[in-house]
């Protein structure tokens, strides 16, 4: 089912390698955007919250919320930076 309007996500990088990832709805931190947990953007301080607490250190650095939407089953960032992010190096 399609969501409509702009909605939010966390990302941030992995500690280990610098890899973007994303936060998933059951608090693990993946590296495909699809999996990401996409909230309305009034959830998205809570959602980041979330992020942000736990044991330290975090797996990840510098969580941050960006904006999403969803079209035809899949997240699409809003901004190009994001964009290019989740779509891998650029060459």
């Known amino acids: 089912m399609a969501q409509s309007g702009v909605h939010r996500l966390v990302t ?3 500690l280990r ?3 973007p990832v994303y936060r998933a709805d ?3 931190w993946v590296t495909s955007i699809d999996a990401a947990a ?3 953007e009034s959830e998205g301080d809570r959602l980041l919250e979330e992020a942000q607490s736990g044991p330290l250190p975090l797996p990840v650095v510098a969580p941050y919320l960006i904006e999403a939407v ?3 089953g ?3 960032p809003v901004t ?3 964009q290019i992010r989740a ?3 650029t060459i």
């Open 74 to 76: 899949k997240i699409e």
């Open 80 to 82: 190009l930076r994001e």
């Open 38 to 40: 996409l909230v309305p």
């Open 87 to 89: 779509a891998g190096p």
């Open 12 to 14: 941030a990088n992995r």
């Open 70 to 72: 969803r079209e035809e």
């Open 26 to 28: 059951d608090g693990q």
């Open 17 to 19: 390698d610098g890899a």
